[in-house]
């Protein structure tokens, strides 16, 4: 299989944060792979800029041990790296000063594109973007592009959007959740789109519940600080659970247009109803045998913030009156597994006796890891005794469809930020997505607060708390498993 790469428009891309470990991490290692794979044009341009002292060779150094140990695939190519670092240079800048900025100005140029990624914490968005107007380095085109968390509340989301649109349009505004940047969490919108089959089940009338799933092995050591002011809901529900679930539940839209996409996500998320106390339970984790508790991660002994959410929504509208959402998501548990599930219902009529227990419908999308989608369905067991039945996978994984050229597969933020220099947003958030988001979230949080609640404790490299469980099992549904 042929993988198409069609190369973009020449550009000036500056990353503010650029010696930071997003930057180390994911772009720079992102865009080398771009570089490798034929997109990036000749004449592109990449500037770091920070308050460090570097100069090019030592940014370029920065970036090549950042490549080395991040960029992932068969494209270590020392020669190739070479080529990429010569596309790169470093800016001395002083975001809340006004150190660096003219010099800036002077070489940006105007006659490509320009986006300024601001891969540096919330409370620098609004000083970039001023200086960016006042030093006239942004042209009426230029985009920026914004990391989460992108406020703390509906209020402070508000307020960073109202800074921001002090200064650019929203058409040039990209608010990144990484989710959607996710191969697998495109092609829902394709199979759900571009197939006929799935639409005429996709609805309440057809569709038992939906599980969405977001497992993670890891802890919170290291970011304990940031963490423990937000929790689980506000680092991934407000955003990534949520734009899964929009993705899964928006109506067709009339165009693959970044508005008409993001219309629709919006009027799932002003759809869903308010959360009911015991349909919601929150979690932490205790100390296991390789990690030490949350408490002592957060450095902060009086936590009472959740490194487990689990949750059972609605979608109130024609659709989805009646079908159950449940999210969950967790730090620290058994394995690493996101997935999406959709579970269908049973026949209205069973013709086979009593294996009833038998028959399942499930269509299965596994965001991370292993990519790639399986359709359960039921099937006469092969051989002679009668009509026995069990349920087969129709399995298409990534890996075995595309072989070798999983490796091409972009990475979230590889993908992203060439939609960036495209100027596509259709992945990205618009700013009333997250306030709707915020609104939804705030009042559930409020009532946490407001009634000192406690979570309960799992234990490290368990599925999360017994309650989680209940959640489902009192209503004769259970989790699918987060195993490998
Ligand atoms: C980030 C969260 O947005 O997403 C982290 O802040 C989380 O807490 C991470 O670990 C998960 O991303 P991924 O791509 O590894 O699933």
């Known amino acids: 299989m042929a993988t198409h790469v069609i190369p973009v428009d020449p550009f000036d891309l500056v990353i503010f944060g650029g010696t930071g470990d997003l930057a180390k991490r994911k772009i720079l290692p992102g865009l080398f792979r771009r570089f490798v794979a034929g997109q990036m044009p000749e004449g592109a341009r990449v500037i770091g800029a920070a308050r460090g002292e570097f100069d090019d060779a030592g940014y370029r150094d920065f970036a ?51 986006a300024f990624y601001f891969s540096v914490g919330p409370r620098l968005f609004a000083p970039l973007a001023e200086r960016l107007h006042k030093y006239k380095i942004a042209g009426p085109d230029a985009r920026i592009v914004v990391e989460k968390p992108f406020g703390h509340d509906l209020e402070s989301a508000r307020a960073l959007n109202a800074e921001l649109a002090a200064y650019f349009k929203e058409t040039q505004i990209y608010r990144i959740d990484h989710y959607l940047g996710k191969e697998t969490v495109q092609n829902l919108m394709v199979v759900r789109f571009a197939n006929i089959l799935f639409e005429p089940l996709w609805n309440a009338q057809y569709v038992d519940h939906i599980q969405i799933t977001v497992a993670e092995t890891v802890g919170v050591g290291g970011r304990g600080a940031y963490y423990d002011k937000s929790g689980a809901m506000r680092d991934m529900v407000q955003n990534h659970l949520m734009q899964l679930l929009c993705l899964i539940a928006m109506e067709p839209p009339a165009h693959f247009d970044p508005d008409s996409v993001r219309d629709e996500k919006l009027k799932v998320i002003r759809a869903l109803d308010p959360v009911e106390v015991e349909d919601i339970v929150r979690g932490q984790y205790r100390a296991g045998p390789d990690g030490p508790s949350y408490i002592e991660d957060a450095e902060n002994p009086d936590s009472t ?128 997505e997250v306030e709707a988001a915020w609104a939804w979230v705030d009042p559930i949080i409020k009532g946490w607060q407001d009634r000192g609640d406690q979570p309960k404790l799992y234990d490290a490299g368990s599925s999360g708390p017994e309650d989680a469980l209940m959640l489902m099992h009192r209503e004769g549904r259970r989790w699918r498993e987060i195993s490998e």
């Open 64 to 114: 090549r041990d950042a490549i080395e140990k991040y960029a992932h695939g068969k494209i270590h190519d020392k020669g190739k790296i070479n080529d990429f670092l010569n596309c790169l240079s470093y800016f001395r800048i002083d975001a809340l000063g006004d150190g660096g900025w003219k010099d800036l100005a002077k070489i940006m140029r105007k006659d490509v594109v320009q």
């Open 305 to 432: 913030t959740e490194s487990y959410l689990a949750m059972k929504l609605h979608v109130s509208n024609w659709r989805w009156s009646g079908t159950p959402f449940y999210l969950r998501t967790g730090k620290r548990l058994r394995a690493r597994k996101s997935e999406i599930a959709v579970v269908f219902k049973d026949p209205p009529h069973f013709i086979f006796g009593d294996q009833q227990e038998q028959r399942c419908n499930e269509l299965i999308i596994h965001l991370q890891p292993n990519e790639g989608m399986d359709l359960r369905v039921t099937i006469k067991e092969p051989g002679p005794g009668g009509m026995r039945l069990m349920d087969v996978p129709l399995d298409m994984s990534f890996a075995e469809t595309l072989g070798d050229e999983v490796d091409d597969i972009p990475d979230a933020y590889e993908r992203l930020v060439m939609d960036v220099i495209r100027g596509d947003q259709t992945l990205f958030m618009r700013g009333d």
